[in-house]
């Protein structure tokens, strides 16, 4: 029998499930671990070659869908889930929501909002990463890429287009285009970075998505105070489940369900 990832001393603790990955989930995670009125454990997808440690126990690793999910949090005990991941990890926000209403467990979306256009901003909004391709044009330019390594390889369908990549870890396998630079860096970036990014390479077009919050906003401030266009990947419609936007929320919806108080 496979031994359980909670603390099994603190068997009458309500225990919570953070799906992470993310900033919040980890502010989230420090702010619950110093609570002895629970019993939290943080599972990271493992996409990441080296994630940074985390203040609770982690578990790293898919669950094996929606039924795999359910079949945890029933085996666990577990009392509530709270869906920390990055806003377009889709399928994991799905299978949380079936996970949890088939386990009969309570679901808690952590979201944070999404980046508003503002004056000066150029965007171009597009609903996938796909259509971005298209965005772009025909016409050669030179585009930052900051969407993360798993959907770069759509732009292999762009080859006229120079490319600078950024993500955590290498695109894998490598993009088969002609003139694409790779840059392996973890945010949070400040903006006169960007700016600086962006003025070495002669970025002309940045390709990014709504991925809200502070850490990567900088490359946003970046192209409006330069004038750059910005292809804007739209979220999704999140599943429609009760949510909120910070960590102080969070902690406060946490107590009202599990706290004996």
């Given at each position: 029998m496979a031994e359980s990832l909670f603390d099994t001393s603190a068997m009458e603790k309500p225990r919570i499930l953070i799906l992470g990955g993310t900033t919040e989930a980890r502010e989230l995670a420090s702010r619950l671990a110093g609570d002895t009125r629970y019993n939290t454990v943080i599972s990271l997808a493992g996409r990441t070659a080296d994630p940074r440690p985390q203040p609770v126990e982690a578990r790293v690793g898919g669950f094996g869908g929606a039924e795999g999910l359910a079949d945890f949090l029933i085996a666990e005990k577990v009392a509530l889930v709270v869906d920390a991941t990055h806003p377009f990890a889709a399928r994991i926000s799905h299978n949380a929501a079936a996970a949890a209403m088939a386990?009969?467990?309570?679901?808690?979306?952590?979201?944070?909002?999404?980046?508003?256009?503002?004056?000066?901003?150029?965007?171009?909004?597009?609903?996938?990463?796909?259509?971005?391709?298209?965005?772009?044009?025909?016409?050669?330019r030179r585009v930052f890429l900051a969407i993360g390594r798993q959907e770069a390889f759509h732009f292999e369908a762009a080859p006229q287009h120079i490319y600078v990549i950024r993500s955590v870890d290498p695109v894998t396998?490598?993009?088969?285009?002609?003139?694409?630079?790779?840059?392996?860096?973890?945010?949070?970036?400040?903006?006169?970075?960007?700016?600086?990014?962006?003025?070495?390479?002669?970025?002309?077009?940045?390709?990014?998505?709504n991925s809200g919050g502070a850490a990567t906003y900088g490359k946003i401030a970046a192209a409006r105070?330069?004038?750059?266009?910005?292809?804007?990947?739209?979220?999704?419609?999140?599943?429609?489940?009760?949510?909120?936007?910070?960590c102080n929320a969070a902690l406060q919806r946490i107590d009202h369900w599990l706290s004996p108080a």
């Open positions: 386990a009969h467990v309570r679901l808690l979306a952590l979201r944070r909002p999404e980046w508003q256009a503002q004056a000066g901003d150029n965007w171009t909004d597009v609903g996938s990463v796909a259509e971005a391709v298209t965005a772009l044009g025909e016409m050669p396998p490598p993009l088969k285009l002609p003139d694409a630079t790779a840059i392996l860096a973890t945010g949070p970036f400040a903006e006169t970075d960007e700016i600086d990014l962006l003025k070495a390479h002669r970025i002309d077009a940045i390709v990014a998505k105070k330069l004038g750059i266009t910005v292809i804007m990947v739209e979220r999704r419609k999140p599943a429609d489940v009760p949510s909120v936007s910070d």
